[in-house]
């Protein structure tokens, strides 16, 4: 129902495209934008813009960058033997933010899914066995989510892998801190057990 005009209502739209926003949401941001100045509204569409317009994929581990090579694949001081394999940037950042690894990267951009037809060619695999010629890796360690798609698309990975000689490790799924034993599922006690190590 248009109860706003057609400019404001194309904007709620747009907004509730945006995963995880739902209707309400997306009318609060619409008035959120609506009732703040111009130059606020102009500085937000340029944002998009900019963002959209200058990204690129870096050309070593497809994260995404203002330059033909990220900062991270760029600097000395980190660790070029080992490469973690994740699915999203926003996954890497993740990992970042820890500050506790010190190698490098690679984006895959998704994971297997044949529900939502996407199979090993859509993701960044080609470009990941291409930074192995060199003989510098010697670790990919590979943090999919621990999900069916992320389970999947580590298994191939680790299949692929091993005949290159590269040594492949899969990160721990555990018990998340502060959670009661009785709430987790079986899938990730049983991750936990197998992670296991000595204290």
């Known amino acids: 129902m248009n109860y706003y005009g ?23 941001m619409a008035f959120y934008v609506l009732n703040g100045t111009n130059e606020r509204a102009q500085s937000l569409a340029e944002a998009i813009l900019a963002a959209k317009q200058s990204s690129k994929h870096c050309k070593y581990c497809c994260n995404l960058s203002d330059e033909d090579i990220c900062h991270i694949c760029k600097s000395t001081k980190r660790d070029n033997t080992t490469i973690m394999v994740v699915e999203t940037p926003q996954d890497m950042a993740a990992y970042e933010k820890t500050k506790e690894y010190n190698g490098l990267y690679h984006i ?6 044949p529900m939502d037809g996407i199979g090993p060619g859509e993701l ?39 005949p290159l000689g ?4 899969r990160i721990a799924h555990g018990v998340p801190v502060g959670g009661g034993l009785e709430h987790i599922d079986s899938v990730t006690l049983l991750r936990a057990l197998q992670g296991r190590r000595e204290i």
Do not use: C, W
Not at 166 to 169: E, G
């Open 124 to 162: 960044r695999i080609k470009e990941l066995l291409h930074r192995l010629d060199d003989s510098t890796v010697t670790e990919i360690i590979l943090a999919t989510n621990p999900n069916i798609e992320g389970e999947a698309t580590a298994m191939y990975l680790s299949k692929l892998l091993k």
């Open 6 to 28: 057609q400019a404001v209502s194309r904007l709620i739209e747009e907004f509730a495209r945006l995963p995880g926003v739902g209707a309400k949401s997306a009318s609060r």
């Open 166 to 169: 590269v040594k492949a490790t």
């Open 108 to 113: 895959l951009h998704g994971a297997i899914s």
